[in-house]
């Protein structure tokens, strides 16, 4: 097997899909890897690091894409990468489609077997590819509201942990998973008033028994949500369905009712946010503004902090990489429903039932669409 590695073209996107630890793993087991020239640089893994552990060099994407039959990347392909990919080729990556009408169009359309980390399972239950990235960006979070909070920034001019005799910021976090939970424990150790609203009742007590004091925490109302924004000097919205549009928590018209100089974090941009007033935005221009409240919209957070993402990253996905190259990719699938979880197109159809909701495609089978049965 052949796995291609490419190097991230997404603004500001410096995370690479294999570290030269990985690859050297990979390499020792017999496998072929082809990694973009300059694809580690900025993780500080050079193109010798990845020669040293038994990769070949491409100096363009284009002979990554012709050769390789696996493609592992980090973020989705964008459409000059999508007219590369072809019929008999895997794509390893975040795709995040339900909100992509034009990816999905493209991935379709391309013949590829994808399968998207955000959605392969864990036989808990948890999403054992985005959790490392939503522990990323739950914890940038707070440091992102906090920045922005500061008026030089744009913000209302709070200092998260407030002074002596004055009163620190309050932070409410929308959602209690993964990124939640990990923005009201920083938000909490900074010393914020963390309040935190999610469905169900579970994770909210647990966090509640595990931060004390530092945090009240309701199961969503509109009633609470209502006054809990209108005290808000931050709001950080992780509310997400698996593989579907993120709910619409809070609407343009409860904006006016916010502090002038709020911060709303919206984490779950990447299946479509959860203000209805959130657009993506890019490292480079991260803010806009609406109704006087500033919104941070980035959909590839954990991109700023390549060094710390990428290793969090790969230790999580090498485990699927070894199985998809050791049995083959069909046979990975079949046997391993957890990653078969993650297929979400399959040679020209749509295999996540909340993809094809959101975009109006009929959805097949995986198994079918694979023409394979499950193993056992
Ligand atoms: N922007 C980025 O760079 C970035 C990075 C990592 C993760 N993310 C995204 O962050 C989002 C959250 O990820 P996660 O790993 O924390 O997910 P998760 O599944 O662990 O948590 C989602 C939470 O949302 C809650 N929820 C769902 N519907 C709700 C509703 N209607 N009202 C209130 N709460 C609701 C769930 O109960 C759960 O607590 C996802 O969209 C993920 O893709 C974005």
């Not at 922005?148 to 976090?173: H, I, Q, T």
């Not at 002038?260 to 890019?282: M, N, W, Y």
């Not at 749509?350 to 198994?367: F, K, S």
Request: charged residues 20%; glycine residues 12%.
């Amino acid at each position: 097997m052949l796995i291609g590695v490419p190097r991230e073209i997404k603004v500001h996107e410096y995370r690479v899909g294999l570290t030269p630890e990985s690859v050297r793993d990979l390499a020792a087991r017999g496998y072929r890897v082809m990694v973009e020239k300059s694809a580690g640089e900025g993780i500080g893994a050079s193109d010798g690091d990845y020669r040293t552990a038994g990769a070949n060099i491409a100096s363009t994407p284009e002979e990554v894409f012709a050769a390789a039959e696996l493609i592992v990347k980090v973020k989705e392909p964008l459409a000059g990468e999508r007219a590369r990919l072809r019929p008999g080729q895997t794509l390893f990556t975040y795709l995040h489609l339900a909100p992509d009408a034009e990816q999905v169009r493209d991935l379709v359309r391309s013949g590829v077997i994808a399968i998207a980390y955000e959605t392969v399972t864990s036989p808990t239950g948890g999403l054992p590819l985005l959790a490392p990235m939503s522990e990323v960006a739950g914890r940038m979070a707070v440091q992102v509201a906090a920045h922005y909070l500061e008026r030089p920034s744009g913000g209302r001019g709070v200092l998260v942990s407030g002074a002596s005799g004055v009163a620190p910021a309050r932070v409410v976090v929308l959602g209690a998973g993964v990124v939640g939970s990990n923005a009201a424990r920083i938000a909490a150790g900074m010393g914020a008033e963390v309040v935190m609203l999610s469905r169900s009742a579970g994770p909210l007590q647990r966090l509640q028994a595990e931060l004390g004091p530092s945090l009240r925490a309701f199961v969503l109302s509109p009633e609470d949500l209502d006054r809990e924004l209108r005290e808000a000097d931050a709001v950080i919205g992780s509310a997400m369905v698996p593989g579907g549009l993120a709910p619409k928590l809070v609407t343009r018209a409860m904006l006016a009712t916010m502090k002038k100089g709020a911060v709303l974090v919206d984490v779950s941009i990447d299946q479509g946010g959860c203000f209805e007033t959130s657009r993506p935005t890019t490292h480079a221009d991260p803010v806009f503004e609406v109704d006087g409240i500033l919104h941070y919209c980035v959909a590839n957070m954990p991109g700023a902090v390549p060094r710390t993402s990428t290793y969090a990253l790969n230790r999580a996905t090498l485990p699927f990489v070894l199985d998809l190259a050791q049995r083959g990719i069909v046979e990975a699938l079949r046997a391993n429903a957890g990653l078969r979880d993650g297929l979400n197109v399959c040679r020209g159809k749509v295999t996540r039932r909340e993809v094809a909701e959101a975009l109006g495609y009929a959805c097949t089978g995986a198994l079918e669409a694979l023409g394979t049965r499950a193993a056992g």
